[in-house]
């Protein structure tokens, strides 16, 4: 902390991400979640901290909206409770700059059914993410895999289709060409992958068509792939 850069006190579940020019590190303590931001500037490195009271919390997760200025935010996500009582909160703070400690704008709970327990959240901005939960309710045969998402302008989705790999890659790669073959002007395609290999690029009812045309069409067309030999041709 502020006159002691080595040792935070007790503790557990760190999760820590990088940011513009700071390191952010969250984890739990008897007292509540604690997010600080790690100053860089010189060594040793220094942590401003602010505490979000809650004495049931586990496992925080954080994310960065990628922002450079110290008015951008972070997304934080964490398990409350005890079991069979799970629940999701979630806090949106300002990052301020690195040698302060962030400042927590709201705190909300995830109203959703069941036994909720948080494991995986994705930032692109304050009113865009996604966090990705288990329901582990006892009313339920094992565990489901859900989400929530938060879009902008208070949009939300009822409901996210899973689909399972190879047994269901018809129907998968049929939903994205409906998708890839209805966008058009205004619309925006976002693809990331690891790999991107067809037996037919280019071609009448492939995806990698699909994309070039809906990008003839006016639409906006991004695709991030890895940089190996496999995904040259296309």
């Not at 940011?19 to 220094?46: C, D, E, M, Q």
């Not at 902008?152 to 049929?174: G, V």
């Not at 037919?200 to 699909?210: D, H, I, Q, R, Y």
Request: hydrophobic residues 35%.
């Amino acid at each position: 902390t502020n006159d002691n850069p080595t040792y935070l006190g007790e503790g557990k579940h760190p999760y820590v991400v990088s940011a513009y020019n700071r390191f952010v590190l969250t984890w739990v303590s008897s007292n509540g979640v604690k997010v600080g931001n790690i100053r860089l500037t010189s060594f040793p490195y220094y942590i401003y901290v602010t505490t979000i009271s809650d004495s049931n919390a586990n496992h925080p997760i954080i994310a960065d909206d990628g922002s450079s200025s110290n008015s951008g935010k972070y997304v934080l996500v964490w398990t409350s409770g005890t079991s069979p009582n799970y629940e999701i909160k979630y806090a949106i703070l300002t990052k301020n700059a690195p040698n302060e400690a962030p400042s927590v704008d709201s705190t909300e709970t995830l109203s959703a059914y069941g036994n909720q327990i948080a494991h995986g959240l994705a930032c692109y901005d304050s009113d865009n993410f996604m966090i990705v939960y288990k329901d582990e309710s006892v009313t339920h045969t094992g565990s489901d895999l859900l989400a929530y998402v938060k879009l902008e302008d208070n949009e939300q989705t009822d409901t996210i289709q899973l689909y399972y790999l190879p047994e269901q890659a018809s129907e998968y790669k049929q939903l994205l060409l409906s998708l890839f073959n209805n966008a058009g002007t205004g619309d925006t395609i976002k693809v990331a992958v690891a790999y991107f290999i067809e037996p037919n690029v280019g071609e009448e009812g492939s995806l990698s068509k699909a994309l070039v045309d809906a990008k003839s069409r006016g639409a906006n067309v991004y695709v991030i792939m890895d940089d190996t030999e496999s995904n040259q041709d296309v």
